[in-house]
């Protein structure tokens, strides 16, 4: 995974603001791995594609990340600080090439949910039909006994079963971090979806950088590119003298 120069995250940010979230994962990941193919980016595990995103982020922002989450039970917010490193999960080592579930006599071979079948769910109604969809593209074969099934004839019981091996298979793709509330001590498991995360961190870091490149380029008349190429920490210094 190469570095992104502070001003081509302002360009994949400039170029994927309008994509939809798993698309933006993809756009963001392309720049930092561009001997991958967007469509292999797209094929990923969703738990592959966040694990490669959260090296990102820590190669980008560092490892420290804070987030805020409301909770269930009385609307409060809970401020949580952890790590990069602590909603990591070790690879999996041990995928077969073509999971099955074995449930009540059924046998149903699947593979785990990508981006490219997120972006495919984007129209579907409701949350019942994309599940069904989601269903029938990552559902390879599904039998009960001798007989054939369609993904959409499998009971509840099995399509449960799928579901539980999958995330059992790809850990990472559901980090959740538990939490407390402030106000009334409820606890709960608060999910972070990492890829909708980190565009929200980079969205906030790109409009702060075009804040501090407005603010040197008025006080000393430098172009953009001179000051995106300044370290952080000079940009900062500079921005102390104008007083800003
Ligand atoms: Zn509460």
Avoid at 100 to 124: K, N, W
Wanted: aromatic share 6%; charged share 25%; hydrophobic share 45%.
């Amino acid at each position: 995974m190469r570095m992104l120069s502070g001003t081509e995250l302002l360009e994949v940010w400039e170029r994927a603001r309008t994509f939809p979230p798993e698309a933006r994962a993809v756009a963001l990941l392309s720049v930092a791995l561009p001997e991958a193919s967007p469509e292999t980016l797209a094929d990923l595990p969703l738990g592959r594609r966040d694990a490669l995103l959260l090296s990102l982020r820590a190669r980008l922002l560092g490892e420290r990340m804070e987030a805020v989450a409301e909770c269930p039970a009385c609307g409060e917010r809970a401020e949580l600080r952890f790590s990069v490193a602590a909603i990591t999960t070790p690879p999996q080592d041990d995928v077969p090439e073509r999971p099955m579930a074995r449930v009540a006599g059924y046998e149903v071979a699947f593979r785990l949910p990508a981006s490219a079948d997120l972006s495919a769910l984007r129209h579907a109604p409701d949350v019942g039909s994309a599940r069904r969809m989601l269903l029938g593209r990552c559902v390879l074969e599904a039998r009960h006994g001798a007989n054939d099934i369609e993904p959409d004839e499998l009971p509840e019981t099995v399509v449960a079963a799928v579901a539980a091996e999958m995330s059992r298979l790809d850990p990472q793709a559901d980090v959740r971090l538990a939490t407390a509330c402030p106000a009334c001590a409820h606890t709960w498991e608060a999910r972070l979806d990492v890829a909708a995360f980190l565009w929200t961190e980079i969205d906030a870091w790109a409009r702060r950088t075009l804040r501090e490149v407005h603010l040197l380029a008025t006080a000393y008349g430098w172009s953009e590119r001179d000051i995106l190429s300044l370290t952080p920490w000079r940009r900062q210094a500079y921005l102390t003298m104008t007083g800003r």
